[in-house]
C-alpha cells in the first residue's frame, strides 16, 4: 500500500513564449497554423470514453474567413444527452474513490502535455477557431489552462489538509466528499482556458461533468479533450456533447441527479438556468451548486493626478486585445477633462498604427469577431452612436463582414455619461469615454459605481496614493478584480483569482482555492474512544 503523504509544491505560472521572428516556437506554431488550415476534421460526442456520431452535423469556420470549413462536428440530441448523465453517474464510484493524488497525477500530466507536446496543437486552434491572434491564444489557451491544472491541485491539497482539532478522547476529521450526482460544465467561446477549467476543476475534486462546450470554440476544445483521454482520464468523468443549449440544458436540468452548474457566458442565460433550477429544486436529490460568470461592463477612471501615456495604453489594451470579447474588456472610461486632450492624442496615435487582419500574419493586432451574430449585434451599438446628439465617434465605426467579421476598434465619446454604450455590454471593439469636470470628481465616483448592473473588473489611475486609497473604498463593491494603475484584463491564476458580483455572478474566484470548495460537500466524522455506558451525568449522583 502506498502511504505516502504526497506534498504539492507551490506552483509558478508557465511561462508565456515570445514568438519572436525566427524563433524556434514561431516557425512551429506557423508551420501548425498551415497544418490545421488545409485540413478538415470531423468532431465527435465524446461519452464514457467513446466516439459517438449522430449524424446531425455543423460546421466549425474561421472567423477571419467564414468560408473556410476547420471541422464539422456532430450534434447532441436527447438520446446522447441521456447517455452522457448515465456515463458521469456510472463512473462516479470510481472517480471519487481514487485518491486524489491519483486524480492531481493525472491533471499534472494535462498540463505537461499542453506544455510540451501540444502546444502549437492548441495554440493553432484557438486562433483559427476562435479569432486569436498569437500573444492572445498563448496566455490564454496554453498558459492559463496549464495554470489552472498545476494551481487547482495545489490548491486542492491545502483545502484536504484542513482539518478540525482532535483531543485525547475522540478523533475528528473532515472528508470533503465529492458533490452527490454529476456537475453540468457550460464554457464560452472567448477563452479555452475556461472551457479546462469548467471542466477539470469539479472533476479534480471527485466530481464527473457532463460539459456542453460553445460551438464557436469546438476546434480546440476538442483537442483539449483528446489529451484529457491521453492523460488517462477515466472515460465518462468528463463526457463531451456539442449541441444546441437549449435542447442540453433541457434535459440536464431535468435530472434528479444534478449536483452542480459550472458556468460562463451570458447574464441572461444565467439567469435562465438559475430560474429552472429553482423550477426543479422539488425534483433534485440535493440542492445543486451553482458557480457562474457572467457580464461584465468594466470601467476605466483617471484621477487629475494619472499618468496620460500610462492610461491610453491601458485603454487600447483593455479595451481592444482580443476585439473586446472579454467579460473584462475595458468598456467605459471616465477622464478628466484636464487630462482628455493629452489622453485622446496618445490613443489615437496607437489605433492609427494598430493593424487588423488575419490570424497567421503575426503584425495584426486586431483580428475578426467570433461570428455573425456578434458582428451584427457590435455594428448596432456603433450605429447608434452614428445617429445621435449624445456621443460621436473619435475613431473607427466601420465594419466589413464580406470574407471574415472585422469590425475597427471604436472610440466613442458620450456625452451623456447614461448614453447607451456607456451601460450595456457590448462585447466587442468599442470603447465609450465621458469627461467629467476636474472638480467633479467625487458625483463622478459615484457615477461609475451606479450606472452598470455588473461588477466584474474595473481599474483607477492616479499618481496620488491618498487618492488610490480613497477610489478603492468609493467602488468597494463595483467590481469583484479592482487594478490599481493597470488595466482591467489579465488576471493570472494563482495570483488574481478572478469573479465578481451583482450580475457578473457568483464570485466563487477562479483560479483559486474557493472556486474548488463549491465542488466539494464537507462531512464531518466524529470517532469517540471510549462511548459513555450512563445516561446520566456526574452532578446528577
Known amino acids: 500500500m502506498n502511504n505516502a503523504i504526497c506534498e504539492m509544491v507551490d506552483p509558478h505560472n508557465e511561462p508565456v513564449y515570445s514568438y519572436l521572428p525566427n524563433s524556434p516556437e514561431r516557425i512551429k506554431l506557423l508551420k501548425e497554423l498551415e497544418r490545421q488550415s488545409n485540413i478538415e476534421i470531423e468532431i465527435p460526442l465524446i461519452i464514457g470514453g467513446k466516439e459517438v456520431r449522430t449524424g446531425n452535423i455543423g460546421k466549425v469556420v474561421m472567423p477571419h474567413d467564414h468560408g473556410h470549413v476547420l471541422a464539422t462536428y456532430h450534434k447532441a440530441g436527447e438520446k ?203 425534483n433534485y436529490v440535493s440542492y445543486p451548486k451553482l458557480v457562474g460568470e457572467t457580464g461584465g461592463k468594466d470601467f476605466v477612471v483617471a484621477h487629475p493626478s494619472a499618468d496620460p501615456l500610462e492610461v491610453a495604453t491601458a485603454l487600447i489594451r483593455g479595451a481592444f486585445e482580443y476585439q473586446g470579447q472579454k467579460c473584462s474588456a475595458a468598456s467605459r472610461a471616465y477622464l478628466p477633462k484636464s487630462l482628455w486632450s493629452e489622453i485622446k492624442n496618445h490613443m489615437l496615435k496607437m489605433l492609427k498604427e494598430i493593424k487588423m487582419g488575419d490570424v497567421q500574419d503575426p503584425n495584426n493586432f486586431i483580428n475578426a469577431v467570433i461570428d455573425e451574430t456578434a458582428f451584427d449585434f457590435i455594428m448596432g451599438y456603433i450605429e447608434k452612436a452614428k445617429n445621435t446628439k449624445d456621443a460621436e465617434i473619435l475613431i473607427g465605426g466601420k465594419g466589413n463582414k464580406s470574407k471574415g467579421y472585422f469590425i475597427e476598434p471604436t472610440v466613442i465619446q458620450a456625452y451623456d455619461p447614461h448614453f447607451i454604450t456607456m451601460e450595456e455590454e457590448i462585447f466587442g471593439p468599442v470603447l465609450t469615454v465621458y469627461v467629467y469636470e476636474d472638480e467633479k470628481f467625487e458625483e463622478t465616483l459615484k457615477l461609475v459605481d451606479q450606472t452598470s448592473p455588473y461588477a466584474l473588473t474595473g481599474a483607477i489611475f492616479a499618481k496620488d496614493r491618498r487618492m488610490l486609497s480613497h477610489m478603492c473604498r468609493a467602488l468597494r463593491y463595483s467590481a469583484g478584480n479592482f487594478y490599481y494603475n493597470d488595466k482591467p484584463t489579465g488576471a493570472m491564476v494563482g495570483l488574481q483569482p478572478f469573479g465578481g458580483a451583482r450580475k457578473s455572478g457568483t464570485n466563487d474566484k477562479a483560479g483559486g482555492y474557493m472556486n474548488l470548495i463549491r465542488w466539494t460537500s464537507p462531512r464531518t466524522i466524529k470517532e469517540t474512544f471510549i462511548p459513555a455506558t450512563d445516561y446520566k451525568y456526574p452532578y446528577m449522583d
Open 80 to 282: 446522447e444527452i441521456k447517455m452522457a448523465i448515465d456515463a458521469a453517474l456510472a463512473v462516479k464510484e470510481e472517480w471519487m474513490t481514487m485518491s486524489w493524488v491519483e486524480r492531481s497525477a493525472i491533471f499534472f500530466k494535462i498540463a505537461d502535455l499542453i506544455a510540451k507536446k501540444y502546444r502549437y496543437t492548441i495554440n493553432a486552434s484557438t486562433m483559427l477557431g476562435q479569432g486569436k491572434n498569437i500573444f492572445q491564444s498563448e496566455i490564454d489557451a496554453v498558459c492559463e489552462s496549464i495554470d489552472f491544472l498545476r494551481y487547482n491541485t495545489f490548491f486542492a491539497s491545502q483545502i484536504y489538509n484542513q482539518q478540525p482539532k482532535s483531543d485525547s478522547a475522540t478523533m475528528n476529521r473532515l472528508e470533503y466528499r465529492p458533490l452527490e450526482g454529476f456537475v453540468f460544465a457550460i464554457s464560452p467561446f472567448n477563452f479555452t482556458s475556461i472551457g479546462t477549467n469548467l471542466c477539470t476543476a469539479p472533476a479534480l475534486m471527485g466530481n464527473s461533468v457532463v460539459w456542453k462546450p460553445a460551438t464557436t470554440s469546438l476546434l480546440s476544445n476538442y483537442y483539449l479533450m483528446k489529451v484529457y483521454e491521453e492523460a488517462g482520464l477515466p472515460g465518462g468523468v468528463i463526457n463531451f456533447i456539442p449541441g444546441a443549449g437549449s435542447t442540453i440544458g433541457n434535459i440536464v436540468l431535468n435530472d434528479k441527479n444534478l449536483a452542480g452548474i459550472h458556468f460562463t457566458g451570458g447574464t441572461n442565460t444565467f439567469n435562465g438556468l438559475w430560474k429552472k433550477v429553482g423550477e426543479n429544486l422539488d
